[in-house]
């Protein structure tokens, strides 16, 4: 349901979630949900989810194993296929984790080898072991060991003649070819677009030979128009270097637009696309000793660096049409982000003849948010998500703020400018896992939709619509249910931004059963679902194919 922001809302502590964060159930064989209400016709498709699923394994000698981190869940993928038949809709579901000979070997030693977000180190491994295994690594981990579960892509250009698994298929009558699985590294994992069955492993040097980092951003950008696939590879090292490249959707081959070598390295899950341009932001989550802290730490959480209020985040506007590089480059007051929402450009209000670029994104104050989601603080069982309430929550609040990079036209690299607020949403108006209205992709957009966490629940707890014109949300909201990443379907016959629904996986927490819930995202009521028998995990990010698209999947 929809409610004001006037509604009495009950404390979150009584906001059952736990069934969310450990889930060994998968259904490898479709089923079928029972709908009720209404899918519009125009919704047929097919959505993807990816995510962590279960975070613990009982080892052979009965010890438990447990994960810390939600960011380092066993992953699990997840096709929900919505069916027009006559006058009725169908929905099938399949599910299938990816990682089941890491579990089996969690399972028969008690640990896990390997590097991870944010996995704790046993505190009692001596200080002459952490510099051997520094400077003598460890044997990689085998390919069907590495958890990749954070963004998906349909039909990414460049890899559709990898061919990395025996006897594999192609695709089906959706027109889905090839599915990809990403992180915020440079390997990308293959799945099975009907099975979802995990295939080859690949890293972004098969896309161009000087894509050599090991890191990368989960959220790859798209141009809505040509489908050419933008990002960054990071090397680390004495010297960071950020490789900005495109990957053409008309020919499969990738440039490398730009390469900067003047930033530091840092823990980027996004960046924005406008029409002419793609900005790589710098913001705070800088990684120590240039990288090399991973290796010491085996983690990534632990090897960013401490926030530093007083180091401004840096922006880079690189040409993504005509080959020239860098630009311009601004900074800004300092933040921290997982994810950007949209930018576009617009010829500046004090001189037509400059063209500014204005940029949506949600953003933290500082890194205590990646703390906070340890499983101990986010699960509301746990007696450690209360050290989250009260003042402590409120660092790590999250923020809808608008900045606009002005005069990109006429700027000097060499000369930063200043990136200028333009406003900041209240936090209970705000949201992060934002999307727009796909249409609207590197246009002026009115409307962020997103989680919302008022400090009701130890996680999101609603769905906000927020209209960046009259600043106002409208919320969907229901006691004890909470949701994933809403993802907007538009209206094909529709001419107004709202006009579309909004589709996101919920959990009820107190059925301890997971649906599939459509919105109007005009009103944000219900207009249906899909429930159903088993429960979904907590998840990250999703991808949806329209029926009638057969060309690539737009990466966000």
């Given amino acids: 349901m929809a409610v004001s922001t006037t509604t009495p809302l009950k404390p979150f502590n009584n906001w059952p979630n736990d069934a969310g964060f450990d889930v060994v159930h998968e259904e490898r064989d479709p089923v079928e949900l029972k709908v009720s209400g209404t899918i519009p016709p125009y919704a047929s498709g097919t959505l993807y989810r990816t995510g962590p699923q279960g975070c613990q394994v009982r080892a052979k000698n009965e010890t438990i194993f447990s994960l810390d981190h939600w960011f380092d869940g066993f992953s699990q993928n997840h096709r929900f296929q919505i069916i027009q038949t006559g006058s009725s809709t169908r929905v099938i579901y399949n599910s299938r984790q990816s990682v089941d000979p890491l579990i089996e ?33 460890e044997p990689r981990p085998p390919h069907d060991h590495i958890n990749i579960g954070v963004t998906l892509s349909v039909n990414p250009p460049g890899l559709k003649d990898v061919d990395n698994s025996a006897g ?46 090991i890191l990368s951003a989960a959220h790859a950008k798209s141009d809505p128009v040509t489908g050419d696939v933008f990002n960054y590879n990071l090397a680390l090292g004495r ?13 499969g081959k990738t440039d490398i637009l730009a390469t900067i070598t003047d930033a530091p390295a840092a823990y980027l899950h996004s960046s924005l696309i406008t029409e002419n341009y793609f ?20 983690n990534m959480l632990d090897a960013i660096a401490p926030f530093d209020p007083s180091q401004k985040a840096l922006w880079y506007v ?33 001189d037509p003849s400059q063209i500014d670029i204005v940029a949506d994104l949600s953003i933290y104050k500082n890194l205590d948010v990646i703390k906070r989601f340890y499983y101990d603080s986010i699960k509301s069982c746990s007696p450690d998500s209360l050290n989250y309430a009260g003042e402590k929550r409120r660092i790590c609040d999250v923020f809808l703020r608008r900045w606009r990079l002005p005069a990109v036209n006429t700027a000097i690299p060499s000369e930063p400018l200043e990136a200028v607020t333009i406003h900041t949403a209240e936090h209970n ?3 992060d ?45 229901v006691h004890g249910h909470s949701p994933g990443e809403p993802i907007f379907i538009a209206n094909p016959d529709g001419t107004a931004e709202d006009d579309g629904v909004l589709i996101s996986v919920v959990l009820d927490g107190y059925a301890e059963k997971s649906y599939l819930l459509v919105l109007d995202a005009r009103t944000m009521e219900e207009v249906g679902r899909a429930s159903m028998e088993c429960v979904v995990g907590f998840g990250f990010h999703g991808i949806y194919q329209p029926l009638s698209v057969k060309g690539p999947g737009t990466d966000i």
């Fill in 239 to 251: 010297t960071q270097t950020y490789k900005i490249f495109r990957v053409s959707a008309a020919t």
């Fill in 168 to 213: 594999k298929k192609g695709g089906h009558a959706s027109g889905i070819q090839s599915l990809w699985v990403k992180s915020d590294v440079s390997q990308l994992r293959e799945i099975d677009p009907e099975t979802l069955e995990p295939m080859g492993l690949v890293t972004q040097q098969v896309l161009h030979p000087e894509l050599t980092g």
């Fill in 279 to 298: 900005v790589l932001c710098v913001w705070g989550g800088q990684y120590s000793w240039g990288g090399a802290k991973i290796l010491w730490e085996k």
């Fill in 429 to 431: 108006h705000s949201c």
């Fill in 105 to 137: 070997t969690i399972r028969r030693t008690g640990k896990m080898a390997g590097f991870s977000f944010g996995q704790k180190r046993d505190p009692c491994v001596s200080f002459f072991k952490k510099v051997m295994t520094m400077f003598i690594p």
């Fill in 318 to 350: 690189v040409d993504r049409k005509h080959g020239k590089g860098v630009v311009a480059k601004y900074q800004s007051d300092p933040f921290f982000c997982f994810h950007s929402v949209n930018a576009w450009e617009e010829p500046s209000p004090t």
């Fill in 433 to 477: 896992l934002p999307v727009i209205n796909p249409r609207f992709l590197t246009k002026p957009s009115r409307y962020i939709y997103g989680l919302c966490d008022r400090d009701l629940s130890t996680f999101f707890d609603g769905i906000v619509k927020y209209d960046t014109a009259s600043h106002t949300p409208t919320y969907w909201s």
